[in-house]
């Protein structure tokens, strides 16, 4: 318990003025004692404004949401930098030293290793451990800030593996495999893009399985990262602070953001992974967890390369199709892919019609089961 005031402190100011001239203590002791009578009305002022400030940065024994996501976003590009470099320098001498010894130059090592980690198209190991090291990392930062700065479980962000939790994954992966299958339709349909060759032709069909069982991988690796990254750990610490469609819309802002450095990327691009992103958190609505996200994003990715072989996000991930881009930039995407055109971010707008209308015919569904279950009878 804290202390309070003297009780001397709470009479009139009258009462002391008083004091001081009948007391008979020397004047000199008196006007000291009354020079630190502090008023209480600076005690509690003083107080008030310690606890106005802490009330910027701390509410319910943490930090406050909007701080916790600036720490995690710079935090966590620095980690994944870091571990970025960690894993090329790793790598690179174990190349080195094997490489060296079958006779190749510094050179020659240097312009391999770049290359085996640029084409994606070809799912070589060293993009593939990349991109598993990228997404291991990211887990591990994601759940350092849930343990030590949210003080929340890693699991709560929405991958609570209860009854339905792989079903939901399937079914965010086949509601956008069939959007994108329309997107694949229109778009020759439209004379945006031709196709000028198949995949199997090129080689037998165990090679085509084979690439296709990696581009789906490959995906399924992004779709968690970017799913624990920005629906997980953004969208959700957001919410806690300025509510969720606000959140939605800054989350979104962010994951368009962070696409500005891929190839091709522009302001289109970024309109049409802001949209994407509004989708997605629409998925973790629905549900309240991220499996019906991260089946959607890994659809995306792998519909859209290697799958119909559009351009991913300015990445080449191959494809079934050699497809001939000749429709406008505004319509098809340009170098960056059918994400940055019209076609695709209509198709987006559709999705989020549709889950936006399934989820609040899922509510009404469980409102009205709610209701007759309060209207039956209790057993006696």
Not at 43 to 63: A, C, E, I, P, Y
Not at 265 to 271: E, F, L, Q
Request: proline share 4%; aromatic share 14%; with cysteine.
């Amino acid at each position: 318990m804290t202390e309070g005031p003297p009780e001397s402190l709470n009479m009139p100011p009258e009462f002391l003025r008083a004091e001081v001239t009948q007391d008979e203590k020397p004047p000199e002791t008196q006007q000291v004692a009354v020079h630190h009578a502090t008023p209480p009305e600076t005690l509690s002022g003083s107080v008030t404004q310690d606890k106005h400030w802490k009330t910027w940065f701390v509410r319910d024994g943490r930090l406050r949401s909007g701080w916790r996501v600036l720490l995690y976003a710079i935090g966590a590009r620095l980690a994944q930098i870091i571990a970025a470099i960690a894993f090329g320098l790793v790598i690179g001498a174990i190349v080195f030293v094997a490489w060296s010894a079958a006779g190749w130059t510094p050179e020659q090592v240097l312009g391999r290793l770049i290359e085996e980690l640029s084409t994606v198209a070809t799912f070589s190991p060293f993009a593939f451990g990349f991109r598993l090291w990228e997404t291991c990392s990211l887990l591990v930062i994601v759940f350092a800030f849930r343990r030590f700065i949210d003080r929340r479980s890693f699991r709560a962000l929405g991958f609570q593996m209860t009854r339905g939790w792989w079903q939901e994954a399937l079914a965010g992966f086949g509601f956008t495999i069939v959007a994108w299958g329309a997107i694949f339709v229109l778009s020759l349909a439209f004379g945006a893009a031709t196709i000028t060759g198949f995949a199997w032709e090129r080689g037998d069909w165990l090679a085509v399985l084979g690439a296709l069982v990696n581009g789906l991988l490959f995906n399924v690796l992004i779709g968690i990262a970017e799913e624990t990254d920005a629906r997980g750990y953004i969208l959700q610490n957001l919410a806690e602070g300025i509510r969720f469609v606000p959140a939605v819309i800054v989350s979104s802002a962010y994951f368009a953001v962070l696409h500005l450095l891929n190839p091709g990327a522009g302001w289109t691009s970024t309109v049409g992974i802001f949209f994407a992103g509004i989708l997605l958190a629409l998925g973790y609505y629905v549900t309240r967890r991220l499996w019906f996200s991260i089946g959607m994003h890994a659809a995306w990715n792998f519909a859209e390369g290697p799958l119909f072989g559009f351009p991913v996000s300015g990445i080449d991930m191959g494809g079934l199709f050699d497809l001939n881009i000749t429709g406008p930039d505004w319509l098809i995407g340009g170098a960056f892919g059918p994400e940055a055109g019209a076609l695709a971010i209509a198709v987006e707008i559709a999705m989020i019609v549709a889950l936006w209308m399934w989820s609040q015919r899922t509510k009404r569904e469980m409102q009205s089961a709610e209701e007759n279950l309060d209207g039956q009878p209790n057993a006696a």
